[in-house]
């Protein structure tokens, strides 16, 4: 079993009910399970491993100022509704040319990205991004139009 980057849409009154106690984020249904793929877009649309620039980094939130603390024994990290919304419209713009440009399978490699490993098929891995990259996307995009926000955990 390895760390998997799961989402959350929230309301206002949901985050408030995961704070207080009242709702553990274990009994959420989770709205979108990227697996190990987390760090892995995190590091393709930001070059970095954990603390990305937004809006890109708003995409894999885990930068200090997302951290909505420690509940269920887990990291959670939180996004507004409008960062969501940025979020959203920074993929929106991506260009397909520009993302295979920041891919980078070697750098990955050498910089620990988790779980990228020797010898995987690079246009293989690149696809499972894009992939994914949809997936979350998409669920930002249903987010946003809600005026919903998005806790972010590593389970």
Known sequence: MG????YLVVTQDLIESI???EISV????VDLDIDK???MLQFTLTGNLADGEPPLGYVVPMSGEQYLGNYSDMDLFLLSSEQVLEAYMALEQLDPDELKA????????????????EGWDKEG??????Q????VQALYQAAAAAGNGIVFYIF
């Open 125 to 130: 891995t690149f696809q499972e991004i894009v």
């Open 37 to 39: 793929m987390w760090q």
């Open 26 to 29: 274990h009994d959420c249904s």
């Open 3 to 6: 760390m998997s980057g799961r």
């Open 19 to 21: 704070q207080s106690g």
């Open 132 to 135: 994914t990259l949809n997936e």
């Open 102 to 117: 920041r891919f980078d399978l070697d750098k990955m490699i050498s910089e620990g990205v988790y779980p990228v490993m």
